[in-house]
């Protein structure tokens, strides 16, 4: 059985699985990935290959070849023998969900480290309460990630990636910095950039975690975008980052940046600007004009729009950032922030959502769960920040 198993077949997931078997002589570990759902067998028979890596940053290609003791299913053990398991699958309810409830159910949970990949503004709140009402959690660590450890694509056999300098993390755990040891240990490579690990993991509370993500600005605010919905009606294809974002367009997302730090502040935490965390996870030299630091990204932001109007609403941006704005809906409203712009943008992207054909379930989001959590400042922050607390009553009046 493998010491670390990654589930999630994606680009993140893949792209991970080459990087431990490049480095394993160095970190050690056995390892394997899983896809999120067992039916999904057929995509783990056509992992078993070579790929071939190509470093966007350094333009270094290499080549890894995945066989079958790398690959396996969830219905094999794995989960219980590892010690760390890695979900790498976005943050969609439906997917997440029955995720966190199977690892909830494991006897072997005390003393494992659950990493969490793209954290994910939607349903932060609800992993923090998970934390708080599973007793066998409180002897294990959950470690969420701000998004990835890589920008990446795979397609077909080759994998187009860049490594983040930094990765902001939060460890809900009893002992952080042990659980951070574990997983810096899997990216042994640190000595390129004069670090303990690339890329290098920034320690952050679970409250500031929340507001450094922003899919539901870049990645909902340019698919839903008019002009760039005529070019996926029409099959036409963009780069997303760079060429979906138009003059017009990054005034909007601009100021929709600019309230999310303004909500961050209300529960007492700050959030750097989006071109500020560009500057930070790429190393791009900061631009103030939102426009023409993404402009600037040109050679680190390559991912295609969807291709057609049902391609769209499979995908994340419908999927895992739509449930981010509801629950940025729900932080504003329990903070009593009024954030026009975000509100005028929530309206107007979810009935454009529901006219294409968006599910309710992906509209709505984590609410069902959110509901379930009190609403006051006090208590969100002391969740997001110790769910381990015993008593985060008494917590929230620190």
Not at 109 to 119: D, F, H, M, R, S
């Amino acid at each position: 059985m493998s010491d670390v198993v990654v589930i999630g077949a994606g680009h993140v997931g893949v792209t991970l699985l080459t990087d431990l078997v490049s480095t394993q002589e160095t970190h050690g570990s056995t390892f394997c990935l899983v896809p999120a759902r067992n039916t999904n067998r057929q995509r783990i028979r056509d992992l078993c290959g070579p790929f071939t890596r190509t470093n966007m940053m350094t333009g270094h290609v290499d080549m890894v070849r995945l066989g079958a003791p790398h690959l396996g299913h969830l219905d094999d053990g794995v989960l219980e023998a590892a010690r760390h398991i890695i979900i790498t699958v976005p943050d969609i309810p439906a997917v997440r969900l029955p995720l966190i409830d199977r690892i909830a159910r494991l006897s072997s949970l005390p003393g494992k480290v659950v990493t969490i990949v793209q954290a994910g503004q939607g349903g932060q709140p609800v992993l923090a309460d998970w934390v708080r009402r599973t007793p066998q959690l409180r002897d294990s660590s959950l470690i969420l990630i701000e998004d990835s450890f890589y920008g990446t694509r795979v397609t077909g056999r080759d994998i187009a990636y860049k490594r983040k300098l930094t990765v902001n993390v939060t460890a809900y755990s009893r002992t952080p910095e042990t659980a951070l040891d574990r997983l810096r240990g899997l990216f042994p490579l640190g000595h390129h950039i004069d670090q303990p690990s690339w890329p290098h993991f920034v320690a952050r509370d679970g409250i500031g975690l929340l507001f450094d993500a922003l899919g539901y600005i870049i990645h909902v605010g340019v698919a839903l975008d008019r002009r760039n919905l005529d070019k996926t009606r029409a099959g036409i294809t963009y780069r997303h980052y760079t060429e979906g974002v138009h003059p017009d367009l990054a005034v909007l997302l601009d100021a929709l940046d600019r309230e999310r730090v303004q909500l961050a502040a209300a529960y007492g935490t700050e959030t750097p600007t989006f071109p500020r965390i560009i500057e930070r996870q790429y190393g791009i030299a900061f631009r103030p004009d939102f426009y023409d630091m993404m402009q600037a990204c040109a050679d680190i932001y390559r991912s295609m729009s969807c291709a057609s109007i049902t391609e769209l609403m499979r995908s994340r941006f419908i999927r895992e950032d739509l449930p981010g704005l509801r629950t940025v809906q729900w932080l504003a409203k329990t903070a009593g922030v009024r954030l026009p712009v975000t509100e005028r943008f929530a309206s107007d992207v979810t009935r454009t959502a529901v006219e294409l054909g968006a599910a309710a379930g992906d509209v709505n989001g984590y609410e069902p769960q959110l509901t379930a959590i009190p609403a006051t400042v006090p208590h969100i922050k002391a969740l997001l920040t110790d769910p381990h607390h015993a008593n985060l009553a008494e917590a929230a009046k620190r």
